[in-house]
């Protein structure tokens, strides 16, 4: 099969040709439809993310089919559509697994970072953290779901459901998604982007926001909570200053440059801050059923497999709107 293939920090990752893996007992070998590329992907690239798996897939956000099961009985089923997201594995013994916060697991493996992700024709995957995906993402559209709309619906749901007036920094392929859900439950939302970035502005009126504007403008009103998907640290103390009384702040990624110090006055008043780590498979089925409901359409590029690095690259420079997805050869 043909994979692109990250071999070191901060290096082009490189098409070569290797042998399709088999899966081994409780594992799912699936073919491979488009696979997303995310800004953590970046992250590993840049070395911002240590320890990854080299060489290494990378590719966290996969739609693909079910060709081969490792078990005798399994879940999954030959010609099954499943999405496969950032959480590989998790061990089910630890303090945080039996608490129920799986996303935590001290044993965790991750798609695309400690184990081979989706930047090829064909991956394996633990059965059990794969999600059954509805027939209408069972494309290129789909892939941006499994990880930009997961960790925004994970953010999300961190806030208090009762707040109307939302903050969104940094309007990519996360915010592009979130704004439907909230959106759809009757939510007003003031998107943030990098100044000048009149395009995701424009993007983000379209979608349904009710303000868009620079990220170092202040907001038109008082927020009632606020997620930071940028992974700019000093978008931290900028949020608490335009955030209201008991409201939330969330740091919606895996990685963020170090926040500034600021005025204790901007933090007081029960304002809270806080991070999201991950994802459990509650937060999958709960969203994907959702996204259906919605229905939740994703904005994407899409770029053959062997452009990887182009898709990287425009990801980097903020020439994608919306979702960078790569789709492999005769899928679709």
């Not at 993310?49 to 089923?77: C, D, N």
Request: charged share 20%.
């Amino acid at each position: 099969m043909r994979a692109m293939i990250f071999e070191q920090v901060g290096k082009p990752l490189v098409l070569k040709t290797i042998p399709i893996p088999q899966p081994a007992k409780e594992q799912v070998l699936v073919k491979i439809i488009s696979c997303g590329v995310c800004r953590t992907d970046l992250h590993i690239i840049d070395g911002d993310l240590k320890r990854p798996k080299l060489p290494l897939i990378l590719g966290h956000e996969i739609i693909g089919t079910v060709v081969k099961s490792g078990s005798a009985v399994s879940s999954l089923k030959e010609g099954d559509i499943v999405g496969i997201p950032w959480l590989g594995y998790t061990c089910g013994k630890c303090k945080y697994c039996m608490a129920n916060h799986e996303n935590l697991c001290d044993n965790a493996l991750f798609t695309g970072y400690t184990i081979d992700g989706g930047f090829a024709e064909f991956t394996v995957a633990h059965e059990k953290y794969c999600f059954p995906v509805a027939n209408i993402f069972a494309n290129p559209s789909g892939s941006p779901l499994l990880c930009a709309g997961l960790i925004g619906y994970r953010s999300y749901s961190m806030i208090d459901q009762d707040a109307k007036n939302i903050g969104i920094y940094g309007f990519g392929a996360a915010a592009h998604i979130l704004i439907q859900v909230a959106i759809y439950q009757g939510k007003k939302i003031y998107a943030f982007t990098r100044d000048g970035d009149s395009l995701s502005q424009e993007f983000a009126m379209k979608l349904g926001a009710v303000w868009a504007g620079d990220s170092s403008k202040p907001s038109p009103v008082k927020l009632d909570a606020s997620i930071i998907f940028a992974p700019v640290g000093s978008l931290v103390p900028k949020a608490l200053e335009d955030s209201d009384k008991g409201s939330t702040i969330v740091c919606g990624g895996i990685h963020m440059s170090d926040i500034p110090g600021f005025s204790y006055h901007i933090f007081w008043e029960e304002r809270t801050i806080r991070s999201v780590a991950n994802l459990t498979r509650k937060d999958g089925e709960d969203f994907l059923k959702l996204a259906v409901r919605i229905p939740v359409k994703t904005e994407v590029q899409v770029y053959p497999l062997e452009a990887a690095n182009k898709a990287i690259s425009n990801l980097r420079n903020g020439k994608i709107h919306g979702a960078a997805v790569l789709v492999m050869k005769g899928s679709v």
